[in-house]
């Protein structure tokens, strides 16, 4: 669902959002607007994809990526953050070139974890990433060492927020929102896609 508005800037994030300023396709940064009212939600009732206007925690308004010279940065915004952002389930999605494609996601033991398709399953664990609730800003940050993910010198990225509501194992509601993605009927569930390469800064 990729915004009509796709800014490809140099930002800070660090301390908030400086001025945005245009550069090529392999920045170091890159900010992705998002349409809101557009999350996908389907339930154990009904499996069909469709358009959930109403959820407002999964509702991403805007993405921004950054890869610097050891961190990969990604702050995601939505509309609303609840509490302690505990019901909430933000994946980033990367891939290296040449590489592994990787979910990553927070771990239980702290700090991130990095898991991994291919022909066989991988989980490789990133004690050093980071998944920070900032709901004064409706939104959570995540802080990737690049060590994590071999240092690559580009690198391409996505990124999904996503909850569940559950009555019971078996009667649940899933909401979800890719921020490049918006046809909502003609796309597989989870699809995290990614964007173009960003060049380590």
Not at 137 to 147: K, L, S
Not at 184 to 200: E, F, N, S
Request: glycine share 6%; hydrophobic share 35%.
């Amino acid at each position: 669902m990729t915004s009509p508005t796709r800014l490809v800037a140099a930002v800070a994030l660090a301390a908030g959002l400086l001025p945005l300023s245009a550069t090529s396709a392999h920045a170091e940064s890159e900010r992705v607007v998002d349409a809101t009212r557009d999350v996908t939600t389907y339930s154990s009732e009904d499996t069909r994809p469709r358009t959930a206007p109403e959820e407002r925690r999964a509702d991403l308004k805007r993405v921004d990526f950054r890869y610097t010279a050891d961190t990969l940065v990604v702050r995601m915004v939505v509309r609303d953050i609840p509490g302690q952002g505990r019901a909430l389930n933000p994946v980033v999605r990367l891939r290296r070139e040449g590489g592994r494609l990787y979910s990553v996601l927070p771990s239980s033991e702290g700090g991130l974890r990095l898991v991994g398709a291919g022909r066989t399953s991988y989980m490789r664990p990133c004690p050093e990433g980071s998944l920070e609730v900032l709901p004064a800003a409706d939104a959570v940050r995540f802080e990737i060492p690049a060590t994590c993910f071999s240092t690559p010198d580009e690198v391409r990225v996505g990124a999904l927020m996503a909850r569940s509501r559950f009555a019971s194992s078996d009667d649940y509601v899933d909401y979800q929102d890719d921020v490049r993605t918006r046809s909502v009927a003609q796309r597989p569930l989870l699809p995290v896609k990614l964007g173009d390469p960003l060049r380590r800064g």
